[in-house]
């Protein structure tokens, strides 16, 4: 039976940075479990390689846990895939690559709502460390940091995405700038992304390989966690699988549990930690009460518009595709190194609202038709194609988590109750009305020739209303499901302590009161080097 100061669970965009930054004490000792393999493939690391991974079954097998929502009332009973990277990195190396922090004010509302030193200003610092940003030190980003952080090149972006920023400005009167994480997030914009020459910069990638160096810092992979071990209202390890083998690994200090929004409130409910009722429902001993665990569960969600688009720079065929390999292992600079999303927007659906409550994606690619919920690859047109996706990024809508068994194995009920409040509908509604606004606009309409997918003549409420109900789908940004805060649903405290107990904290996307405005992989970094700071001082 091995013993550290630290076992950390889950080797993902959080629990790396935590276990990293821990290490760098060289007198405690760190254990980081990861249930899946190592990132050390170009499947991972290369970022055009992504949308392999994401398309071909057996490969996502291999880098995903491969949950599925319970099926959705909202949503046609439609069940959403969950994509979940089971990888060393965990999800920051099977994302997207956005890096996006959120509103300011999605912070300030945290602290004002009992989480005090999570404000906007407490956490700049924290982003400002672990960033390396292409424009180097200014007052919103930071340079020397382990995480890369750059933008699309001017001149490789398709004119049809340049014009949508230009239309979206004139229709929503906001401003174009350079950068979502800046003063204004209200503006239309290009992505920034987590990518460096031609390399994803996951956490794998910038705290994970430098710790391998340093003799406290063990990484054990392929290791699946069957529950934390309590004594006496403290967390004393970790039990875990690994080769077929049960092992326990004793934590002197604490235990941080990593897991994702997913993983954190499955280990604790298996730990029996959780709802009593439930957990007893399940044969499982209740260690400690605790009736917040895997409630508050939401996510975005996005609907993808397809248009005709002659100059987007890119077609979702075989051959594009090879030849964006090609170029890019013996040239560099292409769109094979970055992610595919080029320009987006942030802007207000209605007048009244106090910040922007609708993110708009944008891809040149087609988009699968008409949806991705299928057990075979999905069409996707193969012609020049712009994909504007507007996306729900403060749902009303709350769901949960709940075991189906007590077996650690046994895939978790994830059911986000998608478009359960009317409101989460009726943005997407206006979302909708609003795309095809700009792109009617003259700066953009020359560069669209139809809209494909769901198609011009589906106007009415009541007919686009039934579009988002089958085409809608997560953008994998899911929080919330070990809540931070005060009040009595709370799963762990403003330190990520988990209530009631001693000697573990929770500190990933799981401990989020209410999701950011925007993707979630930086909030989830900045979680993990909030948690360190928290746990070496």
Same mark, same amino acid.
């Given at each position: 039976?091995?013993?550290?100061?630290?076992?950390?669970?889950?080797?993902?965009?959080?629990?790396?940075?935590?276990?990293?930054?821990?290490?760098?004490?060289?007198?405690?000792?760190?254990?980081?479990?990861?249930?899946?393999?190592?990132?050390?493939?170009?499947?991972?690391?290369?970022?055009?390689?992504?949308?392999?991974?994401?398309?071909?079954?057996?490969?996502?097998?291999?880098?995903?846990?491969?949950?599925?929502?319970?099926?959705?009332?909202?949503?046609?009973?439609?069940?959403?895939?969950?994509?979940?990277?089971?990888?060393?990195?965990?999800?920051?190396?099977?994302?997207?690559?956005?890096?996006?922090?959120?509103?300011? %004010? &999605?912070?300030? =509302?945290?602290?004002?709502?009992?989480?005090?030193?999570? !404000?906007?200003?407490? /956490? +700049?610092? @924290?982003?400002?460390?672990?960033?390396?940003?292409?424009?180097?030190?200014?007052?919103?980003?930071?340079?020397?940091?382990?995480?890369?952080?750059?933008?699309?090149?001017?001149?490789?972006?398709?004119?049809?995405?340049?014009?949508?920023?230009?239309?979206?400005?004139?229709?929503?009167?906001?401003?174009?700038?350079?950068?979502?994480?800046?003063?204004?997030?209200?503006?239309?914009?290009?992505?920034?992304?987590?990518?460096?020459?031609?390399?994803?910069?996951?956490?794998?990638?910038?705290?994970?390989?430098?710790?391998?160096?340093?003799?406290?810092?063990?990484?054990?992979?392929?290791?699946?966690?069957?529950?934390?071990?309590?004594?006496?209202?403290?967390?004393?390890?970790?039990?875990?699988?690994?080769?077929?083998?049960?092992?326990? %690994? &004793?934590?002197? =200090?604490?235990?941080?549990?990593?897991?994702?929004?997913? !993983?954190?409130?499955? /280990? +604790?409910? @298996?730990?029996?930690?959780?709802?009593?009722?439930?957990?007893?429902?399940?044969?499982?001993?209740?260690?400690?009460?605790?009736?917040?665990?895997?409630?508050?569960?939401?996510?975005?969600?996005?609907?993808?518009?397809?248009?005709?688009?002659?100059?987007?720079?890119?077609?979702?065929?075989?051959?594009?595709?090879?030849?964006?390999?090609?170029?890019?292992?013996?040239?560099?600079?292409?769109?094979?190194?970055?992610?595919?999303?080029?320009?987006?927007?942030?802007?207000?659906?209605?007048?009244?609202?106090?910040?922007?409550?609708?993110?708009?994606?944008?891809?040149?690619?087609?988009?699968?038709?008409?949806?991705?919920?299928?057990?075979?690859?999905?069409?996707?047109?193969?012609?020049?194609?712009?994909?504007?996706?507007?996306?729900?990024?403060?749902?009303?809508?709350?769901?949960?988590?709940?075991?189906?068994?007590?077996?650690?194995?046994?895939?978790?009920?994830?059911?986000?109750?998608?478009?359960?409040?009317?409101?989460?509908?009726?943005?997407?509604?206006?979302?909708?009305?609003?795309?095809?606004?700009?792109?009617?606009?003259?700066?953009?309409?020359?560069?669209?020739?139809?809209?494909?997918?769901?198609?011009?003549?589906?106007?009415?409420?009541?007919?686009?209303?039934?579009?988002?109900?089958?085409?809608?789908?997560?953008?994998?940004?899911?929080?919330?499901?070990?809540?931070?805060?005060?009040?009595?649903?709370?799963?762990?405290?403003?330190?990520?302590?988990?209530?009631?107990?001693?000697?573990?904290?929770?500190?990933?996307?799981?401990?989020?009161?209410?999701?950011?405005?925007?993707?979630?992989?930086?909030?989830?970094?900045?979680?993990?080097?909030?948690?360190?700071?928290?746990?070496?001082?």
């Amino acid at each position: 039976m091995a013993e550290y100061d630290y076992v950390v669970i889950g080797a993902g965009s959080a629990g790396a940075i935590i276990a990293s930054r821990l290490s760098e004490d060289p007198s405690v000792t760190v254990l980081l479990l990861e249930a899946g393999g190592s990132d050390r493939t170009t499947l991972v690391r290369k970022p055009g390689m992504i949308s392999l991974v994401q398309q071909i079954k057996q490969l996502k097998k291999k880098f995903d846990w491969g949950f599925t929502t319970v099926p959705q009332p909202h949503l046609d009973n439609r069940r959403i895939p969950y994509t979940r990277g089971k990888v060393v990195g965990g999800s920051s190396s099977v994302n997207g690559m956005l890096y996006l922090r959120g509103n300011k %004010a &999605n912070y300030d =509302g945290w602290a004002a709502r009992g989480c005090k030193g999570w !404000g906007f200003n407490d /956490i +700049l610092p @924290l982003y400002k460390k672990l960033e390396n940003h292409e424009d180097g030190e200014t007052e919103y980003h930071g340079a020397g940091g382990p995480i890369s952080v750059t933008r699309h090149p001017e001149d490789q972006l398709s004119p049809v995405s340049q014009a949508f920023m230009r239309a979206t400005a004139a229709v929503c009167d906001i401003p174009v700038l350079d950068d979502f994480n800046g003063e204004n997030q209200n503006c239309a914009s290009t992505y920034h992304m987590s990518a460096s020459h031609g390399v994803r910069s996951s956490t794998a990638e910038g705290y994970i390989q430098p710790s391998l160096e340093r003799p406290n810092f063990t990484l054990e992979m392929h290791a699946h966690v069957r529950r934390v071990v309590i004594e006496n209202g403290r967390a004393t390890g970790v039990e875990y699988e690994q080769n077929g083998n049960l092992s326990t %690994a &004793n934590a002197a =200090g604490e235990v941080i549990l990593s897991a994702g929004a997913i !993983g954190s409130p499955h /280990i +604790l409910m @298996l730990s029996g930690i959780g709802p009593a009722q439930h957990l007893r429902q399940q044969g499982i001993d209740v260690r400690y009460d605790l009736p917040g665990v895997g409630k508050n569960l939401h996510d975005h969600l996005f609907v993808p518009l397809v248009y005709r688009a002659p100059t987007s720079l890119h077609r979702g065929t075989p051959f594009h595709f090879l030849g964006g390999m090609i170029k890019e292992y013996t040239v560099g600079n292409t769109w094979f190194g970055r992610t595919v999303f080029e320009a987006g927007a942030f802007i207000k659906t209605r007048d009244h609202e106090p910040i922007p409550n609708l993110q708009i994606h944008t891809l040149p690619w087609g988009y699968p038709d008409p949806n991705q919920d299928g057990p075979e690859r999905p069409h996707v047109d193969t012609g020049n194609c712009l994909c504007v996706m507007p996306t729900l990024i403060y749902p009303k809508s709350r769901g949960e988590l709940l075991l189906t068994s007590n077996d650690p194995h046994a895939a978790p009920h994830i059911d986000p109750h998608f478009l359960e409040a009317p409101e989460d509908l009726q943005v997407l509604l206006d979302g909708i009305r609003k795309v095809r606004e700009i792109g009617e606009h003259p700066e953009l309409a020359d560069h669209l020739h139809e809209e494909l997918t769901p198609g011009a003549e589906r106007a009415s409420d009541e007919e686009l209303m039934a579009e988002i109900r089958l085409r809608a789908t997560t953008v994998y940004h899911p929080v919330g499901t070990c809540k931070m805060g005060v009040d009595p649903m709370a799963v762990v405290d403003p330190h990520l302590k988990v209530r009631g107990l001693e000697g573990l904290r929770v500190a990933d996307a799981s401990i989020m009161p209410e999701v950011t405005g925007g993707n979630t992989n930086a909030p989830s970094m900045m979680i993990g080097e909030r948690a360190a700071a928290l746990i070496r001082r």
